[in-house]
């Protein structure tokens, strides 16, 4: 088992007195923030899939985690083709989620605990349910509903092909051809992700008009921001242009697509931010943009857009210590001319877990699809979350990652629910084994997930959950649950750490990285041993907290045991 040092009790934060998030101006600067994938948090009402209701009772417990916010996967109505990624209707709860007073409450409960509450936003695609893609069908080629949507007419002598070469992120063709209302074969329409996912046109004003209303319905109800789903994706290339290449997938991340990250993207962030600053107590947006390097990421939060993005280049790093030096570096530099916050995240509710990730040999790749060394994954996790703490800006921790919890990788097929596992072809197909419910007490499943009264959770839980649950690690100074604690505690209250954007590196024995964090009232030091062999360095200063091992000092040295990270307080 490992040991690191536990603070005893929160102690006092900046600014104490006041609610977690709301101690300076600019809380997003620094913010935690927490994501609850509401399918698989905790259930209410026992039917074995998660709900509003059950987030709301369990807020006490993020509060007490020391997170500044939480961020909601969708929880909109929707058929669910894309667990809730499928928007059938944006103002409107689905019924399997609860209501919309259950989205009331949950932020009136949330803002009392003084978290933050951040919901997510579908704007590049709806559900093929949704009241207009539906009207669009019903009224044929050429028709004003048809112009939301990209609708085209296909190639070949019948139409018979797809209008262009583009590939479905999740598969196959990026185009589905309609039957007509006549019953002949017709036009075909655009989906990057599924085909029950049409993509908006956001050429066409009545798109624009909708989700400015849109923004407008959820800030009124009091919600502190927006997470954008695939901020890069709403303009596509003029005409639509062939990619001439197989294999697309193979080039997302790296490459220049006409269907992601045309600089169209960043007008309508610019027309979104002034009606977010309209509303008082600093409202978000936070970008799911996938983007070829962290400078063309930096884009979508210049002062007048977004405020901040995911870095998934630093969520693609190895756990390697000259790599991570490197995408650290790379950040803060594309960060600082545009003077938004750096954000680090580790895991999300489309990746593999890091605890699972860092059980395989060193990789780039999201998705992994066996379990690897588990006590060298977690081992790994743990220091990477506290190096991830100790970084200037903003971080972004999934829910369960403060368990431990691996990626559940030997779910049977016949239980995934993920659409791209069942196309073909897809590169996500597992993205089923981090959206498992998380274990909250208890020897069995589901674990006080939920009560079940209607059968097992939506996905089942491994046997060997009981003892990751959040009762059997609250008080066990070595779980991960209370170094999670321990760790935003003292992020909390050490002024050097949290906003800033930079970093003085240090000299570090190889396969280490130290560095150091100054402030007018304190000085902080981290080092992060991303080795598989001890490394030595003289004391830096007063140890504050070890993601593993207590560190063995001795004649002014101290040995910083392999896969481990500590801070220090000068
Ligand atoms: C984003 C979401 C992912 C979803 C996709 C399509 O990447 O995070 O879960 O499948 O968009 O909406």
Not at 180 to 203: I, R
Not at 490 to 510: K, N, Q
Request: glycine share 10%; with cysteine.
């Amino acid at each position: 088992m490992t040991q690191h040092l536990v603070v005893p009790a929160r102690p006092a934060a900046r600014g104490e007195g006041e609610p977690n998030a709301q101690r300076r101006t600019g809380w997003w600067r620094e913010a935690v923030i927490y994501q609850v994938y509401p399918r698989s948090f905790a259930d209410a009402n026992g039917d074995g899939m998660g709900d509003l209701a059950g987030i709301r009772a369990r807020l006490p417990y993020l509060r007490d985690l020391g997170v500044d916010a939480v961020w909601l996967s969708p929880f909109y109505a929707s058929p669910q083709a894309d667990a809730g990624y499928d928007v059938s209707d944006y103002r409107r709860v689905d019924p399997m989620f609860g209501e919309l007073a259950d989205a009331a409450g949950l932020i009136e409960d949330a803002h009392a605990l003084g978290l933050r509450v951040v919901f997510d936003l579908v704007p590049n695609h709806c559900s093929d349910q949704h009241e207009w893609f539906q009207q669009a069908l019903r009224e044929g080629p050429g028709s004003a509903l048809r112009k939301r949507f990209h609708f085209r007419a296909g190639q070949g002598e019948n139409g018979e092909l797809p209008p262009n070469d583009w590939e479905s992120i999740f598969g196959g063709p990026a185009w589905t051809r309609v039957t007509e209302p006549d019953g002949t074969a017709g036009e075909w329409y655009l989906h990057l992700f599924a085909p029950e996912q049409p993509d908006f046109n956001w050429e066409h004003p009545a798109v624009a008009d909708e989700f400015r209303s849109i923004l407008r319905f959820w800030l009124d109800l009091g919600v502190d921001g927006f997470r954008i789903d695939v901020a890069h994706g709403l303009v596509k290339a003029e005409g639509l242009p062939d990619l001439g290449v197989h294999d697309q997938l193979k080039l997302l991340g790296n490459d220049t697509m006409p269907f992601f990250d045309q600089d169209g993207v960043h007008e309508i962030y610019r027309s979104w931010r002034p009606i977010l600053d309209e509303y008082p107590g600093e409202r978000i947006f936070v970008a799911e943009a996938w983007t070829p390097t962290v400078d063309r990421t930096a884009n979508y939060v210049r002062s007048d857009e977004l405020h901040q993005a995911f870095n998934f280049q630093y969520l693609a790093t190895p756990w390697v210590a000259e790599k991570l030096r490197d995408v650290v570096d790379l950040t803060l530099e594309a960060m600082r001319p545009v003077g938004a916050p750096a954000t680090w995240v580790l895991s999300n509710h489309d990746v593999t877990r890091h605890a699972t990730r860092f059980a395989n040999p060193p990789t780039e790749a999201t998705q992994i699809r066996t379990a690897g060394d588990r006590a060298l994954g977690l081992r790994r996790a743990r220091a990477a979350t506290v190096l991830m703490l100790a970084l200037p800006g903003s971080a972004y921790v999934y829910q369960g990652e403060e368990l431990g919890l691996p990626d559940v990788t030997d779910l049977p097929d016949a239980v995934r629910q993920d659409p791209s596992f069942h196309r073909a072809s897809g590169q996500d197909g597992f993205r089923d084994g981090c959206r498992v419910p998380i274990p909250w007490s208890g020897g069995e499943a589901p674990y006080g997930f939920g009560p079940v009264t209607d059968g097992p959770s939506w996905l089942p839980q491994p046997d060997s959950w009981a003892e990751l649950s959040v009762e059997v690690q609250t008080g066990d100074p070595t779980s991960t649950l209370e170094l999670y604690r321990s760790a935003l505690a003292i992020r909390a209250a050490h002024p050097a750490l949290g906003a800033g954007d930079g970093v003085e590196w240090l000299d570090a024995p190889a396969g280490a990285l130290a560095f150091r964090r100054t402030h007018a009232d304190g000085a902080f030091v981290c080092v992060a041993n991303t080795g598989s062999s001890p490394v030595r360095l003289p004391v830096p200063g007063r140890l504050l907290l070890t993601s593993g091992e207590e560190p063995v000092e001795s004649g002014g040295e101290i040995v910083i045991p392999a896969d481990t990270t500590v801070w220090w307080s000068l």
